[in-house]
């Protein structure tokens, strides 16, 4: 549970950033890191045009670089899309200064005011300054879907389990994450749907 939602000591690090919505509205807002590439971002693209579902991606600046025809599949189907560094670093490894710049580097190419730190770490000072610029997006469900440990039908038991109004969850448009992706994705949107949730983007 540690892993999979956040306790409050943790969230109480980035008091600022957004770890989960409404709690009073029976909807959810689903998140895709690490993006986009074309062995997964436009199956994901697929099955969301299939639900009639609009998500928020946090994507990676080298990949936007390296792809830019599934960035702009994301953009031209109506999603949100987020800055998750050009290099997909960890803050505290890094000095503020260059983690800032790294940051503005992949602002260059994606043009967002969203921002979500990769592993969900950033310095103290990292933060403070990025708070300025962006809404920082952390997560209230992470699927762990890149885990190694976990099929999809183990995946999918963990957003069953887990969600509840409001909650922010993640999955990973990564090769790390594709087989569990596409066993874990189309039945938890259906199973949602059934619940009676709304899936929503930040504004």
């Given at each position: 549970?540690?892993?999979?939602q ?15 919505m ?83 580097k ?41 885990s ?9 038991e963990?957003?069953k ?43």
């Open positions: 549970m540690f892993i999979e956040p306790p409050l000591l943790l969230r109480m690090l980035y008091p600022q950033a957004l770890w989960r409404d709690k009073e509205e029976k909807s959810v807002y689903l998140t895709f890191d690490d993006g986009p590439i074309p062995e997964v971002t436009p199956w994901v693209l697929d099955v969301l045009d299939k639900y009639g579902i609009k998500a928020t991606f946090f994507l990676v600046g080298d990949n936007v670089r390296k792809h830019p025809e599934e960035f702009e599949m994301i953009v031209k189907r109506g999603h949100r899309v987020g800055n998750h560094t050009f290099n997909h670093i960890v803050g505290p490894s890094y000095k503020a200064s260059s983690y800032l710049a790294n940051v503005a992949a602002d260059s190419f994606i043009q967002s005011n969203l921002f979500r730190p990769p592993h969900g770490w950033m310095g103290y000072r990292q933060y403070h300054t990025l708070r300025k610029r962006y809404r920082i997006i952390m997560w209230d469900l992470v699927t762990r879907d890149y190694k440990q976990l099929n999809g039908k183990q995946v999918f963990k957003v389990h887990y969600v509840r109004n409001g909650s922010i969850i993640t999955f990973h448009d990564s090769l790390r994450s594709v087989e569990n992706l596409k066993y874990a994705l189309p039945r938890s949107i259906e199973w949602l749907l059934e619940q009676g949730y709304q899936f929503k983007v930040f504004e």
